[in-house]
């Protein structure tokens, strides 16, 4: 289904090694097994995610470019092809004080066998420099639990810093900002 109508609205991004393209509806069983990973949702929500929510998660990735102009996408290696996380940006409406209304809500998610390549700070720094070129006047954020030492590390590295600790759904939750 590489025909998808919103694919268009997601321009392709290339690195040294990663492509970062639209999601597709075949992307639905990796996207699965990444967000079905214990490792991977330990600190985002706890749970792992089912089919049927990762499905929803996908349809929400395609919907973002479509209202917002921006939103998330598909992280591919280039020397296999192998679909191994999600690199974005959203507006997602969450109830949490300070509010991110009005602001580029980075998130990012590898596939347990990407981690420690640098395969994140490599997405992480393209995705940055097409915010600067294209949406320059919203603030960027990123929302990170205080026990995610990887993804505070990538948030760091890319010029986040700590703006402000605060709790959402209940857990303590970093507010970062570049």
Known sequence: MA???SAGLVPVLETERLRLRAHRAEDHAACTAIWSDPEVVRYIGGRPFTAEEVWKRLLQYVGLWSLLGYGYWAVEEKHSGRYI????FADFKRDMQPSLEG???FGWVLAPQAH???YASEAVAAITAWSQAHRPELRVVCIISPENLP??????KAGFRLWQQTVYHDSPTLVFTR
């Open 3 to 5: 025909g998808v109508p």
């Open 85 to 88: 996380g999600d690199i974005g």
């Open 103 to 105: 602001m580029l809500e």
């Open 116 to 118: 420690g390549n640098g």
């Open 151 to 156: 993804s505070i590390r990538v948030a760091e």
